[in-house]
């Protein structure tokens, strides 16, 4: 199935490790021109950006690199984020506000910094989690940002839908990246690694983790020209976990 990306520049937010290196690679394969960032020196972009999105200006120069590089921009992947597990009554305001920054205003600041080079036939994919709508009591701070990111994604979603930008985001589930399996990681920090991994696995319908290449096949079909009829929408990818609602 071809899906019309040849050609095209993305970019891809938190794309040296995990779901956005899949997504980045994936793009690659399909014949786009990507443009990877990360806290790493080094990325899987044809032009790559090092930068702390989580600065203020940071997202708006890593914008203006890849637009100076390429002239123009047809995507956008918000996939910056991450957590640690905490409880709700030890996380202090500066907790609050540091989860704000990188899993929230990370994607709004870069979003505001893409749309004035974006036109008709562009579209945007925030990368949220099944925990902005089941709320995860091990990830609170994480999960009111996640939900307030499906909200964003709906609200540029509605603002932009006359210029002709789609704007979706994907709620993947435990994926199977550095973030779960790493040494410190967030099995490890629930106890020992392989019991919390079992357990995690087993609490998924499709009984497994996901592997962050079926996260990123969900992303790059969203940005796609196979999806050009679908914006607003908040894609599950978590192996049945949470149910839909009727």
């Avoid at 709004?108 to 036109?119: F, I, Y």
């Avoid at 962050?212 to 679908?230: H, M, N, Q, T």
Wanted: aromatic fraction near 4%; charge should be negative; include cysteine.
């Amino acid at each position: 199935m071809d899906l019309g990306l040849a050609g095209k520049v993305f970019l891809v937010t938190g794309s040296t490790a995990g779901i956005g290196l899949d997504v980045a690679r994936r793009l690659a394969e399909e014949g786009a021109r990507v443009v990877s960032t990360g806290r790493r020196d080094e990325g899987p972009g044809e032009l790559h950006v090092a930068a702390d999105l989580t600065v203020r200006d940071e997202p708006a120069r890593v914008v203006a690199a890849a637009v100076e590089h390429f002239g123009r921009l047809e995507g956008l992947v918000n996939n910056v984020g991450g957590t640690d597990i905490r409880r709700f009554e030890d996380l202090t305001d500066d907790d609050w506000q540091r989860s704000f920054d990188l899993n929230l205003m990370t994607a709004v600041r870069t979003t505001r910094a893409a749309l004035p080079h974006m036109g008709a036939g562009a579209a945007i994919v925030n990368v949220s989690s099944t925990a902005a709508k089941r709320p995860s009591t091990g990830m609170p701070d994480y999960s009111v940002m996640k939900a307030g990111l499906l909200s964003f994604s709906r609200l540029v979603a509605d603002l932009y839908a006359k210029d002709g930008i789609r704007c979706n985001a994907v709620t993947p589930g435990p994926t199977a990246t550095e973030a779960w399996l790493a040494p410190g990681g967030l099995a490890e920090q629930q106890g020992a690694r392989d019991e919390v991994l079992a357990r995690v696995a087993a609490g998924r319908p499709l009984g497994r983790l996901a592997e962050p290449g079926e996260i990123a096949d969900v992303v790059v079909f969203l940005l796609s020209e196979r999806a050009a009829y679908v914006t607003g929408a908040a894609w599950s990818v978590d192996g049945g976990t949470v149910p839909i609602i009727i």
